[in-house]
T-cell receptor
């Protein structure tokens, strides 16, 4: 079955560490997105990529980095510069560049906790 | 910048009854798209329904329908014959035409009671 796989499901980070969240899709979708979910704030866009080797900052990109070396993969690195990284992270993809016509397909998320 | 407001943090409904979730948005755009997503306890986001702003007819998907009031910038979701499996967080989302991101509201937790 096609879909988006996020790993790990739970991740614990020590202060000062960088961690990388994996996102892989086998849907042959062009665009991929990373959202952060916090209680009471909905989802906020971190980064998005509409094509391989290109990505754009979203609304809350500070302290995060991404790469898009393959169409199927869009990993997110949470750096030590991100002061409040504890959150639920969702990866999504869309068949077209914008997601306007068919919406997004989401992964099952990664819960990141700073310990 | 567009904003999406869901004024009901939590709601509950009895099984088999009808419930309406509210959503308002703020935009100066004339063409855009609106969505409702469901996030059950598994936390997997699922697209429930989609509406194009230039279409006057309200979208319907089985037990789910919307009341789209463009002038009022309102986009409510009606769930008929509520089922226990409808228990979830529901998010309203906006995308402008030619845009490249979904803007989400804060969500409404819906609990269906037996």
């Amino acid at each position: 079955d096609g879909g988006i796989t996020q790993s790990p499901k739970y991740l614990f980070r020590k202060e000062g560490q960088n961690v990388t969240l994996s996102c892989e899709q086998n849907l042959n979708h062009d665009a991929m997105y990373w959202y952060r979910q916090d209680p009471g704030q909905g989802l906020r866009l971190i980064y998005y990529s509409q094509i391989v080797n290109d990505f754009q900052k979203g609304d809350i990109a500070e302290g995060y980095s991404v790469s898009r070396e393959k169409k199927e993969s869009f990993p997110l690195t949470v750096t030590s510069a991100q002061k409040n990284p504890t959150a639920f992270y969702l990866c999504a993809s869309s068949i077209d560049w914008t997601g306007a016509f068919y919406g997004y397909t989401f992964g099952s998320g990664t819960r990141l906790t700073v310990v | 910048a567009q904003t999406v407001t869901q004024s009901q943090p939590e709601m509950s409904v009895q099984e088999a009854e009808t419930v309406t979730l509210s959503c308002t948005y703020d935009t100066s755009e004339s063409n855009y798209y609106l969505f409702w997503y469901k996030q059950p306890p598994s936390r997997q986001m699922i697209l429930v329904i989609r509406q194009e702003a230039y279409k006057q007819q309200n979208a319907t998907e089985n037990r789910f329908s919307v009341n789209f009031q463009k002038a009022a910038k309102s986009f409510s979701l009606k769930i008929s014959d509520s089922q226990l499996g409808d228990t979830a967080m529901y998010f309203c989302a906006f995308m402008k035409q030619g845009g490249n991101k979904l803007v989400f509201g804060a969500g409404t937790i819906l609990r269906v009671k037996s």
